[in-house]
């Protein structure tokens, strides 16, 4: 078990080091930069763009030396924790990402959260009861939340809550709250603005999720044992959970490697859309204007979190369920 | 030499001041309980007295914020647009008047003196005085770590540095060698040339003033490479970013960013009163929300904005008016004051060589703009309320004449075939398209920059007139950055853009637009190139219309007389109209304003541009105000 947690571990380095390589090729692959990019946007609204500081500013972000070049001064920077600088911000990445990441964190827990309050339920509740009108009815409903993107259900739903309800368009919080440091009527703020995020980004997860309990959970109710502990009489709800339910779960652990960088970045086109505060509209934002840096630390960070999500599910499933060996091969 | 002694005296600073002034509300709390100065020793001997009466509009009362919706924080810079405090101003005439300076002279367009207010102070409450247009000219712009190439280019003439002296405190002197007659308009555009700073906030990030030990310390927490980086950072003026930045202007940032609200404050410290002795602005805050700018028109409309512009497009227009009377706003429609609301831009410094010599035939660029129906365009897009013209200044401005905005503007395809044939593009393919010389299709790729729908709109239909003269157009539209660097190495060979961005000028603004002076010209990219880099990069302009230009164009700068300008103006203008550089569609556009019902003194009708009207702050928002009870 050590000697396979060594070897993945050290599998990560050159993994992430290609994935560096990858991202940093990819951004710099338009013939331009950021200050191009801005100058050209700065003069499209008429406004002069002042030439000698653009020369100012390339030279200090080290725009005259090669990319080779860059490309190491900015790997070396993220061994050191550094993340670079923020052409568009002004500011080290660090503080511009900073209280971003910990909504999009809330956001996405708490739709992890609802989806599987909603999803399980139900995918038990189809399973057991397949082909019945209520199974019908749901599996309906859920395939209707897979089916209709984000984004639509957002524009809807604000379209709706603002001329029914009159609620306000987008955001996560009342404004008044948006440079308050937290507090408890903050926190309020939050908790009663979060709702609507959590049920557009977590409708299309909680369909996907009741398909695979429910597709997972019919295969294993078909089994023998499942017959012969009905048969000696032991509780139908006792033998759902202690056997089949547990067996179903594998494809879940195996689900987590993906949920890490998910929690992290959140559906980028729902909080652009509903103008959430969270990391999402700052990466778009960031690969738009090719503020280089922030955009490719971040990238960085959310391949990081994939590479160790997918180790932290195997490492899971292994626990979990005995027959899954880690070893392969070793027949 | 004839010498001219042109004095500049401004009026309203005759008016002998009432020395009560009235307490901001706001401020008073902090007065009694003595952390601010009262507000006559807050204000300059001579502030500047607005005579609301005299322009029509009533004084009104102090109180209420200003919401407004932005994008991102690179707007920030609109507040410093919108209150338009400037050395020397604009007002609604176009006319230079002091506003920060108490007065100014010119001689010559060689010697500026200028006057600043006694007793006048930053918004911390420091005197503004000579010493921070020293600072800037000796410690800043010739400092060659924070100028590497020298001083902005509205300071050099021809790479001629000014004499700058300080007469006494409270007055300043430049002279140049010979003419700089950009000198003020620049100090008044709506981004202005600051030959001014802080200099007692910004000399602690200043080696020759500050204790070493404290500014290494502070580089090092601020995460730049040396002091250089700090200081340009923290003394942004135009995009205040800085909360700790004094300013002149009417209102100041309190908010460090990053961040998705800002809160402006206004500033205790301004100069200007209205004719009851009220300290201006009478707005108190300024709360910008940024977002998304796709949903700016709904918050909008959900009454999120008392006073909006930006972000908002014509085809808003009449989505903003549904909800005009349960949101409580009215929606006034602006002009927008662009040359062309979109022009075509037939590139003269295309690579493709065989289309380099049609492109620049004159006969070609006629032949497109009379194969235009922008009568037709106009009803479909604009509802009829545009303007069928070339690419030339509006009718507000004196110098319009209509001859430049009617030549060869007139639907005319027959008269266009018959130009096209005499262009060289006789020959045709069996379908009736007509071939270039080398027997090629002669297609017509039209890019753009894909922000615009209008533009899309406005090329589908310029595309079925164009059908009529056998050429076919298509439509690319691609990212901005792209757009401009495939245009500079010639790829395109005809781009479609907005006009003039200043469609209103008078004679004392420079015609630079009407000549190649810049990359960002997308007729002339090349030749605009050279021009900025002095001669460095690009190419030399190589036909005799655009070297008159040139040469018109430095005639202006060494113009002594104001009808001389006016000449200059006229021929440069009389030229681009003739040769068709740009194919101008339509000027005149709406821009939607939405303007909160409460909100007094906000015009129903007015220029919305860049240059000159700094968008609205030509119309002075510092006299705006909210007539609402209990506020």
Same mark, same amino acid.
Do not use: C
């Given at each position: 078990?050590?000697?396979?947690?060594?070897?993945?571990?050290?599998?990560?380095?050159?993994?992430?080091?290609?994935?560096?390589?990858?991202?940093?090729?990819?951004?710099?692959?338009?013939?331009?930069?950021?200050?191009?990019?801005?100058?050209?946007?700065?003069?499209?609204?008429?406004?002069?763009?002042?030439?000698?500081?653009?020369?100012?500013?390339?030279?200090?972000?080290?725009?005259?030396?090669?990319?080779?070049?860059?490309?190491?001064?900015?790997?070396?920077?993220?061994?050191?924790?550094?993340?670079?600088?923020?052409?568009?911000?002004?500011?080290?990445?660090?503080?511009?990402?900073?209280?971003?990441?910990?909504?999009?964190?809330?956001?996405?827990?708490?739709?992890?959260?609802?989806?599987?309050?909603?999803?399980?339920?139900?995918?038990?509740?189809?399973?057991?009861?397949?082909?019945?009108?209520?199974?019908?009815?749901?599996?309906?409903?859920?395939?209707?939340?897979?089916?209709?993107?984000?984004?639509?259900?957002?524009?809807?739903?604000?379209?709706?809550?603002?001329?029914?309800?009159?609620?306000?368009?987008?955001?996560?919080?009342?404004?008044?709250?948006?440079?308050?440091?937290?507090?408890?009527?903050?926190?309020?703020?939050?908790?009663?603005?979060?709702?609507?995020?959590?049920?557009?980004?977590?409708?299309?997860?909680?369909?996907?999720?009741?398909?695979?309990?429910?597709?997972?959970?019919?295969?294993?109710?078909?089994?023998?044992?499942?017959?012969?502990?009905?048969?000696?009489?032991?509780?139908?709800?006792?033998?759902?959970?202690?056997?089949?339910?547990?067996?179903?779960?594998?494809?879940?652990?195996?689900?987590?490697?993906?949920?890490?960088?998910?929690?992290?970045?959140?559906?980028?086109?729902?909080?652009?859309?509903?103008?959430?505060?969270?990391?999402?509209?700052?990466?778009?934002?960031?690969?738009?204007?090719?503020?280089?840096?922030?955009?490719?630390?971040?990238?960085?960070?959310?391949?990081?979190?994939?590479?160790?999500?997918?180790?932290?599910?195997?490492?899971?499933?292994?626990?979990?369920?005995?027959?899954?060996?880690?070893?392969?091969?070793?027949? | 030499?004839?010498?001219?002694?042109?004095?500049?005296?401004?009026?309203?600073?005759?008016?002998?001041?009432?020395?009560?002034?009235?307490?901001?509300?706001?401020?008073?709390?902090?007065?009694?309980?003595?952390?601010?100065?009262?507000?006559?020793?807050?204000?300059?001997?001579?502030?500047?007295?607005?005579?609301?009466?005299?322009?029509?509009?009533?004084?009104?009362?102090?109180?209420?914020?200003?919401?407004?919706?932005?994008?991102?924080?690179?707007?920030?810079?609109?507040?410093?647009?919108?209150?338009?405090?400037?050395?020397?101003?604009?007002?609604?005439?176009?006319?230079?008047?002091?506003?920060?300076?108490?007065?100014?002279?010119?001689?010559?367009?060689?010697?500026?003196?200028?006057?600043?207010?006694?007793?006048?102070?930053?918004?911390?409450?420091?005197?503004?005085?000579?010493?921070?247009?020293?600072?800037?000219?000796?410690?800043?712009?010739?400092?060659?770590?924070?100028?590497?190439?020298?001083?902005?280019?509205?300071?050099?003439?021809?790479?001629?540095?000014?004499?700058?002296?300080?007469?006494?405190?409270?007055?300043?002197?430049?002279?140049?060698?010979?003419?700089?007659?950009?000198?003020?308009?620049?100090? +008044? =555009?709506? !981004?202005?040339? %600051? #030959?001014?700073?802080? /200099?007692?906030? $910004?000399?602690?990030? *200043?080696?020759?003033? @500050?204790?070493?030990?404290?500014?290494?310390?502070?580089?090092?927490?601020?995460?730049?490479?040396?002091?250089?980086?700090?200081?340009?950072?923290?003394?942004?003026?135009?995009?205040?970013?800085?909360?700790?930045?004094?300013?002149?202007?009417?209102?100041?940032?309190?908010?460090?960013?990053?961040?998705?609200?800002?809160?402006?404050?206004?500033?205790?410290?301004?100069?200007?009163?209205?004719? +009851? =002795?009220? !300290?201006?602005? %009478? #707005?108190?805050?300024? /709360?910008?929300? $940024?977002?998304?700018? *796709?949903?700016?028109? @709904?918050?909008?409309?959900?009454?999120?904005?008392?006073?909006?512009?930006?972000?908002?497009?014509?085809?808003?227009?009449?989505?903003?008016?549904?909800?005009?009377?349960?949101?409580?706003?009215?929606?006034?429609?602006?002009?927008?004051?662009?040359?062309?609301?979109?022009?075509?831009?037939?590139?003269?410094?295309?690579?493709?060589?065989?289309?380099?010599?049609?492109?620049?035939?004159?006969?070609?660029?006629?032949?497109?703009?009379?194969?235009?129906?922008?009568?037709?365009?106009?009803?479909?897009?604009?509802?009829?309320? @545009?303007?069928?013209?070339?690419?030339?200044?509006?009718?507000?401005?004196?110098?319009?004449?209509?001859?430049?905005?009617?030549?060869?503007?007139?639907?005319?395809?027959?008269?266009?075939?018959?130009?096209?044939?005499?262009?060289?593009?006789?020959?045709?393919?069996?379908?009736?398209?007509?071939?270039?010389?080398?027997?090629?299709?002669?297609?017509?790729?039209?890019?753009?920059?894909?922000?615009?729908?209008?533009?899309?709109?406005?090329?589908?239909?310029?595309?079925?007139?164009?059908?009529?003269?056998?050429?076919?157009?298509?439509?690319?539209?691609?990212?901005?950055?792209?757009?401009?660097?495939?245009?500079?190495?010639?790829?395109?060979?005809?781009?479609?853009?907005?006009?003039?961005?200043?469609?209103?000028?008078?004679?004392?603004?420079?015609?630079?637009?009407?000549?190649?002076?810049?990359?960002?010209?997308?007729?002339?990219?090349?030749?605009?190139?050279?021009?900025?880099?002095?001669?460095?990069?690009?190419?030399?302009?190589?036909?005799?219309?655009?070297?008159?230009?040139?040469?018109?164009?430095?005639?202006?700068?060494?113009?002594?007389?104001?009808?001389?300008?006016?000449?200059?103006?006229?021929?440069?203008?009389?030229?681009?109209?003739?040769?068709?550089?740009?194919?101008?569609?339509?000027?005149?556009?709406?821009?939607?304003?939405?303007?909160?019902?409460?909100?007094?003194?906000?015009?129903?009708?007015?220029?919305?541009?860049?240059?000159?009207?700094?968008?609205?702050?030509?119309?002075?928002?510092?006299?705006?105000?909210?007539?609402?009870?209990?506020?």
């Amino acid at each position: 078990m050590l000697r396979y947690l060594a070897r993945r571990l050290l599998i990560m380095i050159p993994t992430l080091f290609f994935t560096s390589a990858i991202i940093f090729t990819v951004i710099n692959l338009p013939p331009s930069d950021y200050f191009s990019n801005y100058v050209a946007e700065i003069q499209a609204q008429g406004e002069k763009a002042d030439t000698s500081r653009i020369d100012f500013l390339k030279k200090e972000y080290g725009f005259d030396k090669p990319p080779v070049q860059r490309y190491f001064l900015w790997v070396a920077g993220l061994l050191h924790g550094d993340y670079g600088y923020s052409f568009e911000y002004q500011l080290p990445v660090r503080d511009v990402v900073g209280d971003r990441l910990y909504l999009t964190m809330l956001v996405s827990f708490s739709t992890i959260i609802f989806t599987w309050l909603v999803a399980f339920p139900i995918g038990i509740y189809s399973a057991t009861h397949q082909y019945s009108w209520a199974d019908y009815g749901l599996t309906t409903l859920g395939l209707l939340g897979l089916a209709i993107p984000h984004f639509l259900l957002a524009l809807l739903f604000m379209y709706f809550a603002n001329s029914w309800f009159g609620l306000s368009i987008g955001g996560l919080m009342d404004p008044r709250y948006l440079n308050a440091p937290m507090s408890w009527d903050k926190l309020r703020s939050i908790l009663a603005h979060l709702w609507i995020p959590v049920i557009i980004i977590g409708t299309a997860g909680t369909g996907a999720m009741i398909r695979s309990v429910r597709a997972n959970l019919l295969e294993e109710l078909q089994k023998q044992y499942v017959t012969t502990a009905r048969a000696k009489g032991l509780h139908p709800f006792r033998t759902l959970m202690k056997y089949p339910f547990r067996l179903a779960m594998n494809f879940f652990i195996s689900d987590i490697g993906s949920i890490l960088p998910s929690v992290v970045s959140g559906a980028e086109l729902v909080a652009i859309v509903l103008s959430l505060q969270t990391t999402g509209p700052l990466l778009v934002h960031a690969l738009q204007t090719q503020d280089m840096y922030l955009a490719g630390s971040f990238l960085m960070f959310l391949a990081t979190l994939t590479i160790v999500g997918v180790l932290i599910s195997d490492i899971a499933l292994a626990f979990l369920d005995p027959r899954i060996r880690l070893q392969g091969g070793s027949r | 030499m004839r010498v001219r002694l042109v004095a500049f005296l401004v009026a309203m600073l005759l008016v002998p001041q009432a020395r009560a002034a009235t307490e901001t509300p706001y401020f008073a709390a902090k007065v009694a309980a003595g952390a601010l100065p009262p507000v006559d020793a807050r204000l300059p001997e001579h502030p500047r007295v607005v005579d609301l009466k005299a322009m029509g509009r009533e004084p009104g009362k102090p109180g209420g914020t200003w919401h407004m919706l932005m994008g991102d924080q690179r707007d920030l810079r609109m507040v410093t647009l919108y209150s338009y405090a400037r050395l020397v101003g604009f007002d609604t005439k176009l006319k230079l008047v002091a506003d920060i300076l108490e007065s100014f002279e010119v001689q010559d367009d060689e010697v500026f003196t200028f006057h600043l207010r006694k007793g006048h102070r930053w918004s911390d409450g420091e005197p503004f005085t000579a010493e921070d247009f020293r600072y800037y000219w000796e410690d800043v712009a010739l400092n060659t770590k924070l100028y590497p190439s020298g001083p902005e280019m509205g300071l050099t003439i021809g790479g001629e540095k000014p004499k700058f002296e300080v007469i006494d405190p409270w007055t300043v002197r430049y002279t140049w060698a010979s003419p700089n007659p950009a000198f003020l308009p620049s100090l +008044a =555009g709506p !981004q202005p040339l %600051y #030959i001014y700073m802080p /200099a007692h906030y $910004l000399k602690q990030f *200043n080696p020759r003033y @500050a204790d070493k030990d404290e500014l290494a310390k502070k580089v090092k927490a601020a995460h730049v490479k040396d002091w250089s980086a700090l200081h340009e950072r923290m003394s942004r003026q135009y995009r205040p970013e800085n909360p700790d930045l004094p300013t002149l202007e009417p209102w100041r940032n309190t908010t460090a960013p990053p961040a998705d609200f800002f809160v402006f404050e206004r500033n205790p410290y301004y100069h200007r009163v209205d004719e +009851a =002795g009220r !300290q201006l602005p %009478y #707005i108190d805050k300024i /709360a910008m929300m $940024l977002g998304t700018t *796709n949903l700016i028109p @709904a918050k909008v409309a959900s009454g999120d904005a008392d006073l909006q512009a930006r972000y908002l497009n014509f085809e808003d227009y009449t989505f903003l008016k549904q909800a005009e009377t349960v949101n409580h706003y009215r929606v006034d429609l602006w002009q927008q004051g662009y040359g062309s609301r979109a022009a075509l831009m037939p590139n003269l410094n295309a690579a493709d060589l065989v289309w380099r010599k049609i492109l620049r035939d004159v006969q070609f660029r006629r032949a497109l703009s009379l194969g235009i129906n922008r009568h037709d365009i106009n009803n479909v897009l604009f509802f009829g309320l @545009a303007r069928e013209s070339g690419n030339t200044v509006l009718p507000d401005s004196p110098l319009f004449k209509p001859e430049y905005a009617q030549a060869y503007t007139n639907y005319d395809p027959d008269e266009a075939n018959k130009l096209l044939d005499a262009a060289g593009l006789d020959r045709r393919d069996t379908s009736g398209f007509r071939l270039l010389p080398d027997g090629r299709r002669a297609d017509i790729i039209v890019e753009t920059a894909g922000s615009d729908p209008i533009e899309t709109d406005i090329l589908e239909l310029v595309g079925d007139d164009f059908s009529k003269l056998g050429l076919h157009l298509y439509n690319h539209p691609s990212s901005r950055d792209a757009f401009r660097q495939r245009i500079t190495s010639g790829q395109v060979i005809m781009s479609m853009a907005q006009g003039l961005d200043n469609a209103v000028p008078t004679r004392v603004f420079e015609p630079d637009a009407l000549a190649p002076t810049s990359e960002a010209q997308f007729q002339w990219p090349l030749w605009g190139l050279n021009f900025e880099s002095h001669g460095q990069q690009g190419e030399a302009v190589d036909i005799p219309e655009a070297q008159q230009l040139l040469d018109l164009l430095k005639q202006w700068r060494m113009a002594k007389h104001g009808d001389e300008k006016q000449s200059v103006w006229e021929q440069m203008l009389s030229i681009n109209a003739q040769q068709v550089f740009t194919i101008g569609i339509l000027n005149g556009t709406q821009q939607p304003v939405v303007v909160d019902q409460d909100l007094r003194n906000v015009p129903e009708k007015a220029l919305f541009s860049f240059e000159p009207s700094s968008f609205f702050g030509l119309y002075m928002p510092d006299t705006f105000w909210y007539d609402r009870k209990g506020e």
